[in-house]
């Protein structure tokens, strides 16, 4: 199924991020993991492509066994700043063959030694139309409530993003955020400039504090003062941590619903027992919405 008419039967859309094991470690791994999370019933699982240094190649397979064997929907990531033309139609091609029908467009980060060559994708705008070109994708792309770290502006970013999305872009889903009136404010903009699709806001459970601040680091977000007090108070206390971690996103992720979010995205960095307890924390709420859906 294409997600985009998972949104035209159901809000809030709810899905979980997973990305594959390194190399040195099997695939199997991952596979527990998918099995978990199947349990809640997510509306798609998405898998990172080569971020965080995991293996890009088995993207597609993991992508495939989510669909094929759990019959949930699947979402490939696809970066493309260092792919050439051939190399993207080959990954469509074996997406194809594995029924793998949706794909979050993205450039992908620079390398820090920098880019071997002229790319033949400069931009995330190109491989959606690309992707739009080749046909019979539904496509997702990053949204960034407080503006991409290399832009010089988040009315410069959306000005981009106007253009990623007039391309062919379905659904967008936000970078992490801690702060829900960025994303309100955001969505504000979004909707003046005409950017109609469906965005999900991306939720991270704090857990861990050195992950946090690479996490921050990389991607420009702020850490509210709320944030970093918890993770001062219980980063020795990986137990207190995780139960402050899991009640800041479960509270986020309420008023997010309360609020009218198209769908939630949790990054779930492959902790299927920390979505569960989230999940299981919302299962009242997420009951009314569904009979919202149903009236
Ligand atoms: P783009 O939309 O191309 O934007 C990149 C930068 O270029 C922005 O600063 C934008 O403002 C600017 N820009 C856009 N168009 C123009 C233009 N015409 N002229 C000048 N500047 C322009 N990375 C991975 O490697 N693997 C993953 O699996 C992965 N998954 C992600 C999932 C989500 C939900 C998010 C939010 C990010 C993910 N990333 C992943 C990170 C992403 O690849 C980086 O943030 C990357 O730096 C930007 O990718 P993009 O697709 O947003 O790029």
Redesign the pocket.
Known sequence: MLIKDIFLSKTPVISF?I?PPKREYPIETVYETIESLNKLKPDFI?V????GGSSRDRTVEIASTIKNKYGIEALA?L?CLSSSKEDIQTILMELRQNQVENI???????PSEGLKGEPYF????ELVSFIKSEGGFCIG????PE?????ASLD??IQ??Q??VQCGVDFL???LFFDNKRFYEYKDKLVQKGINVPVMA?IMPVLNKNQIKKMVSL?GASLPNNIIRILDKYEHSPEALREAGIAYATEQIIDLLSWGADGI?IYTMNKPDVADTILNNLSQIRSVLTKENHC
């Open positions: 991020e990305f998405s990172t492509y080569g971020a990531h970066t979050l467009a993205l450039r992908g980060d620079i400069n931009f995330a705008k792309a990053a949204a960034y503006g991409h770290v290399e832009c410069k970013d981009y993003l253009e990623k889903i936000t970078q991306g991607s995205h």
